[in-house]
């Protein structure tokens, strides 16, 4: 019943169980094998952990003993070397923390690992007799240290005593000589005042003999000793043995004795006194105080403490010694417990893997088994005949159909694949239908390609009316653009003559009355240049062509510049011009701050003309946020105001907020919209507020990168005046002509004039000239073609680094960079002023100054160089001889001395040899004459070049003429 019932099971479970009761034979015996092993090797593993977590780290542990005494072995004589007590309290404190680690380790040995015996309490006991002999060590180096100290101070001391009883000494020495020269002295007056009498001399000779030489070997015996008692003191302090302490003391003794005696025949009571005072600081015998007596004792102490220290330090290494002993042999002991238990773990291993060697056999012959009769009958075989059905499917087969077998998972695969075989069937009827429909398909693709193709054809048509009207607009464009430049061009031609004459009169004497109407006109001129320059900055940002210049600057300078230029615009209407600036300061920025200022030049402007009384406000306030830095610029006043519906009509071409205002103040209606559109083009904003009759704030919000570097700094003191130019200038209007020959007079230089660039071409290859003023527009060749002429002069070295100056009305960017392209150094921009040809001048023709007073000048200026220009001729070759003078003649002293006075007055210019050479001399060796020759020669170019410089700066311009 129970095999038919299993035979029942297998055949109606599922393949998933059948395969689970196959796994489960297969796996169950070796599972169980395993189980038991566990049970094996579970003490062993036991006996393994204890070797690991505790036997090991012990070993480890006693093992590190060996090093921590060995640095307690190598630092104990360095402990006992000390004389410092700063270096005594970190040797000792090393020592004893080394001895507390020693502690730690002993006292941290696991007790399960450490053997029964004594070893671990031999060890402690070992530990503890070596920081008993570190702390004797210890205390006995700090006893000496303090007994060095008392020793040493004993000793200098007596040396004081000593070196001032040893001056003592050299004076009686040197008044008992004086003495004895007087004698001799003596001897010679009588032997010219009483040539007769020889019993004075012979009683004058007994006394140098008997009082006075005796008196002066005494106080040279007296310094003698005094000398050696020094010496005898500092060998007291270097005696290795207590023996050489007595020999000392004795021999000290007896210099003493020696020295009192000599001080008792000394004539002079109060050095005398003072001696004997000294000699009781040095003296052994009792005297108050005992300074040496201390000295020997201290010194005696100082040995006993030492002999002391080697005996502690021995103590030390003995105590070391014993620790490391025995710290070996309880390491021994571990070591073999440890070793005990891995011979019993590897046997009760190798019994383990014979039980497993033969379970693991077992274990195969029944995989085998069941592998064989089990699942190769009743899976692989079944598995063999649903692959070959499958296969006959794939094939386009579909003939017989598929019968499934049993009610397992093979049997539902075979009932899908019968789905799959008839769902085939289906799909080739479906495919036919599928080819039916494609066909109608192909023909209505044909017709949308066709209706696609007329669409495409209607478009293009559309795209090309496009392309010519946006070809239309650029060249109308472009037709604006050259009409801008015309008329800037014909505008400022004339406006150049126009204003150039007007300043030509400025300069001739006229009444109140004509300068009165001189300067409405100059006024009214440059009004007209103000509207022209509005419209080429509108037409400019019109067309996209503005761009930005980057430049490093402080925000607190900029706008007290702007503040300070504006003024005086405010102060004309008897306004009030305030600047309210960030409290905190402000990092350097980095931004265009060419328009920033004509911004706010405008605002401040437009500010000043709509209002009639009050102030007019400038407030710089830090807006920023997490981003870059942001400042916005508020412009207040407490004008008229602007009504609501104007406040944005204002910021558009040619708009005002009324017609009576356009009338009333005048203006293009330009400013706000060339302001709006430099503060878009610059990454901000700029909006108006106002309350009627109460005033307008316009603010301006900018954004600004951080700069590295600090703006740039103040020019150099400037450079004199220019020489007398050789100015060639092309201008073929008379009206300009005569307006740059004018200023050319007035800056006293020479000019010359042709009014086409062939001449122009012609003159510069034919004469020499220091700069040429070109018109760029000109009959026949231009003035960029003669630019081109004129650089390309076959050998003509001076016309490829002629500065050539362009003069056009022309200031567009793309005229000004072909001008630059051409050759051109420079383009300044009709109406020409005396100012900007004065400053173009100056840029390209710098005035020739000597190197040597280059940076002089830059310092004192025009004037005070000048000055000392003239001070150091006068004095430089009368000093430069006295140098000399005073050298041949050997007074070295005079010679330094006069050397350095020269240096110094040299080291105003920029002389490096002559300055050079003249420090040498003022460190006093005596100079050779060749060295002598070389000062003269120094002095001479050095005086040649200073007086080249002081004609460079003295000659004034000359007049011009044609």
């Known amino acids: 019943m129970q095999e038919q019932a299993l035979r029942n099971f297998v055949h109606k479970s599922s393949l998933g169980g059948r395969l689970m009761l196959a796994i489960l034979v297969i796996a169950g015996f070796p599972a169980a094998t395993g189980i038991l092993g566990w049970f094996e090797l579970q003490d062993v593993a036991r006996n393994q952990s204890r070797v690991v977590t505790e036997a090991i780290p012990a070993i480890s542990q006693v093992r590190g003993v060996a090093e921590e005494t060995s640095r307690v072995v190598a630092v104990a004589p360095e402990l006992a070397a000390v004389t410092d007590e700063d270096?005594?309290?970190?040797?000792?404190?090393?020592?004893?923390?080394?001895?507390?680690?020693?502690?730690?380790?002993?006292?941290?040995?696991?007790?399960?690992?450490?053997?029964?015996?004594?070893?671990?309490?031999?060890?402690?006991?070992?530990?503890?007799?070596?920081?008993?002999?570190?702390?004797?060590?210890?205390?006995?180096?700090?006893?000496?240290?303090?007994?060095?100290?008392?020793?040493?101070?004993?000793?200098?001391?007596?040396?004081?005593?000593?070196?001032?009883?040893?001056?003592?000494?050299?004076?009686?020495?040197?008044?008992?000589?004086?003495?004895?020269?007087?004698?001799?002295?003596?001897?010679?007056?009588?032997?010219?005042?009483?040539?007769?009498?020889?019993?004075?001399?012979?009683?004058?000779?007994?006394r140098l003999i008997e009082v006075d030489l005796f008196q002066l070997g005494l106080m040279f015996e007296l310094r003698a000793h005094a000398s050696e008692i020094g010496l005898l003191l500092n060998r007291i302090v270097a005696a290795k043995a207590q023996t050489d302490l007595g020999a000392l003391r004795a021999e000290l003794d007896e210099r003493v004795r020696v020295v009192t005696r000599r001080i008792l025949s000394v004539n002079d009571p109060r050095r005398a006194d003072r001696a004997l005072e000294l000699l009781r600081v040095v003296n052994s015998g009792g005297a108050s105080p005992p300074e040496v007596s201390g000295l020997f004792e201290l010194t005696a102490r100082n040995l006993d403490l030492?002999?002391?220290?080697?005996?502690?330090?021995?103590?030390?290494?003995?105590?070391?010694?014993?620790?490391?002993?025995?710290?070996?042999?309880?390491?021994?002991e571990i070591e073999d417990r440890a070793v005990d238990a891995g011979r019993a773990a590897e046997q009760a291993i190798r019994?383990?893997?014979?039980?497993?060697?033969?379970?693991?056999?077992?274990?195969?012959?029944?995989?085998?088994?069941?592998?064989?009769?089990?699942?190769?009958?009743?899976?692989?075989?079944?598995?063999?005949?649903?692959?070959?059905?499958?296969?006959?499917?794939?094939?386009?087969?579909?003939?017989?159909?598929?019968?499934?077998?049993?009610?397992?998972?093979?049997?539902?695969?075979?009932?899908?694949?019968?789905?799959?075989?008839?769902?085939?069937?289906?799909?080739?009827?479906?495919?036919?239908?599928?080819?039916?429909?494609?066909?109608?398909?192909?023909?209505?693709?044909?017709?949308?390609?066709?209706?696609?193709?007329?669409?495409?054809?209607?478009?293009?048509g559309e795209v090309a009316a496009h392309d010519a009207a946006r070809d239309r607009a650029e060249a109308a464009d472009r037709a604006k653009s050259e009409f801008l430049a015309m008329m800037s061009h014909e505008i400022r031609t004339a406006m150049n003559g126009v204003l150039g004459m007007l300043r030509s009169l400025a300069r001739d004497g006229l009444t109140e009355a004509q300068g009165a109407r001189l300067n409405a006109a100059l006024g009214s001129g440059k009004g007209l240049m103000g509207i022209l320059n509005s419209i080429l900055d509108y037409s400019k940002l019109d067309?996209?062509?503005?761009?930005?210049?980057?430049?490093?600057?402080?925000?607190?300078?900029?706008?007290?510049?702007?503040?300070?230029?504006?003024?005086?615009?405010?102060?004309?209407?008897?306004?009030?011009?305030?600047?309210?600036?960030?409290?905190?300061?402000?990092?350097p920025l980095l931004g265009d701050m060419d328009k920033l200022r004509q911004i706010l030049f405008n605002l401040i402007s437009n500010a000043a003309k709509f209002t009639d009384s009050g102030s007019i406000t400038l407030r710089v306030t830090d807006v920023s946020g997490e981003g870059p830095r942001r400042y916005a610029?508020?412009?207040?006043?407490?004008?008229?105001?602007?009504?609501?519906?104007?406040?944005?009509?204002?910021?558009?071409?040619?708009?005002?907020?009324?017609?009576?205002?356009?009338?009333?103040?005048?203006?293009?209606?330009?400013?706000?919209?060339?302001?709006?559109?430099?503060?878009?083009?610059?990454?901000?904003?700029?909006?108006?507020?106002?309350?009627?009759?109460?005033?307008?704030?316009?603010?301006?919000?900018?954004?600004?990168?951080?700069?590295?570097?600090?703006?740039?700094?103040?020019?150099?003191?400037?450079?004199?005046?220019?020489?007398?130019?050789?100015?060639?200038?092309?201008?073929?209007?008379?009206?300009?002509?005569?307006?740059?020959?004018?200023?050319?007079?007035?800056?006293?230089?020479?000019?010359k004039t042709v009014p086409t660039g062939e001449e122009a071409v012609a003159l510069v290859a034919a004469e020499a000239f220091d700069a040429v003023l070109m018109d760029v527009s000109l009959p026949g060749i231009s003035g960029i073609e003669a630019t081109r002429r004129i650089r390309a002069l076959p050998g003509s070295p001076q016309a490829a680094h002629l500065p050539v100056i362009g003069c056009s009305a022309h200031v567009q960017p793309e005229d000004v960079a072909a001008c630059l392209a051409a050759g051109m150094r420079e383009v300044v921009a009709k109406p020409i002023t005396p100012e900007e040809l004065k400053a173009s001048l100056e840029r390209h023709c710098p005035p020739h100054v000597a190197a040597a007073v280059r940076t002089t000048l830059q310092d004192l200026g025009h004037g005070r160089t000048r000055d000392l220009?003239?001070?150091?001729?006068?004095?430089?070759?009368?000093?430069?001889?006295?140098?000399?003078?005073?050298?041949?003649?050997?007074?070295?002293?005079?010679?330094?001395?006069?050397?350095?006075?020269?240096?110094?007055?040299?080291?105003?210019?920029?002389?490096?040899?002559?300055?050079?050479?003249?420090?040498?001399?003022?460190?006093?060796?005596?100079?050779?004459?060749?060295?002598?020759?070389?000062?003269?020669?120094?002095?001479?170019?050095?005086?040649?070049?200073?007086?080249?410089?002081?004609?460079?700066?003295?000659?004034?311009?000359?007049?011009?003429?044609?």
Do not use: C
């Open 543 to 587: 067309s996209g062509n503005a761009s930005l210049e980057a430049v490093p600057f402080r925000l607190d300078s900029a706008i007290r510049d702007i503040a300070l230029l504006m003024a005086p615009v405010a102060e004309e209407k008897g306004l009030a011009l305030r600047v309210v600036l960030p409290e905190t300061p402000q990092q």
């Open 351 to 460: 019994a383990t893997q014979q039980l497993y060697a033969a379970s693991s056999v077992l274990a195969l012959v029944l995989s085998l088994a069941v592998l064989w009769f089990y699942v190769r009958g009743n899976l692989i075989r079944r598995l063999n005949a649903l692959s070959a059905t499958m296969t006959r499917l794939a094939t386009g087969n579909l003939g017989a159909a598929v019968v499934p077998k049993g009610d397992d998972e093979i049997a539902r695969m075979e009932g899908a694949v019968e789905v799959f075989r008839r769902e085939a069937i289906t799909n080739r009827e479906y495919e036919a239908e599928r080819e039916r429909y494609l066909t109608e398909l192909q023909a209505h693709r044909s017709d949308l390609q066709r209706l696609v193709a007329e669409q495409t054809e209607q478009l293009r």
């Open 87 to 206: 270096q005594r309290v970190e040797r000792a404190a090393y020592l004893f923390r080394q001895v507390d680690a020693l502690h730690d380790r002993l006292a941290s040995t696991p007790r399960s690992a450490a053997p029964a015996n004594a070893a671990p309490a031999e060890a402690l006991a070992a530990e503890a007799r070596m920081r008993k002999a570190i702390t004797s060590l210890d205390a006995l180096v700090r006893q000496r240290i303090r007994v060095t100290a008392q020793r040493d101070a004993t000793l200098q001391r007596g040396l004081d005593a000593t070196v001032e009883l040893t001056g003592i000494a050299d004076t009686l020495v040197a008044n008992a000589e004086m003495g004895t020269s007087a004698v001799i002295s003596n001897l010679y007056d009588l032997e010219t005042e009483s040539p007769g009498d020889r019993q004075a001399r012979f009683d004058a000779l007994d």
């Open 633 to 751: 610029f508020a412009v207040e006043d407490t004008g008229r105001g602007i009504a609501p519906d104007a406040l944005e009509r204002v910021f558009a071409p040619f708009q005002q907020e009324t017609t009576q205002t356009a009338r009333t103040y005048g203006g293009t209606g330009l400013g706000l919209t060339i302001s709006r559109r430099l503060a878009e083009v610059m990454g901000g904003t700029l909006t108006a507020q106002s309350v009627p009759g109460q005033g307008a704030v316009f603010t301006l919000t900018l954004p600004f990168a951080l700069s590295a570097q600090d703006e740039g700094g103040t020019d150099a003191a400037p450079l004199p005046a220019l020489r007398g130019l050789r100015v060639l200038v092309v201008e073929d209007h008379p009206v300009n002509r005569s307006v740059v020959e004018a200023y050319l007079d007035a800056l006293g230089h020479r000019w």
């Open 869 to 962: 220009l003239v001070l150091m001729l006068d004095r430089l070759p009368a000093e430069t001889e006295a140098v000399i003078a005073a050298a041949r003649a050997g007074d070295l002293p005079a010679m330094a001395r006069r050397a350095h006075q020269l240096k110094g007055a040299a080291g105003n210019f920029d002389l490096p040899e002559l300055v050079g050479h003249l420090d040498g001399l003022s460190r006093g060796a005596a100079p050779s004459a060749a060295g002598l020759a070389t000062l003269s020669r120094l002095a001479t170019a050095a005086e040649a070049e200073l007086r080249a410089a002081l004609r460079s700066l003295s000659d004034a311009p000359s007049q011009a003429a044609q």
């Open 306 to 332: 030492t002999a002391r220290i080697a005996d502690a330090e021995t103590d030390v290494r003995v105590a070391a010694l014993g620790l490391e002993q025995s710290a070996a042999a309880l390491a021994d």
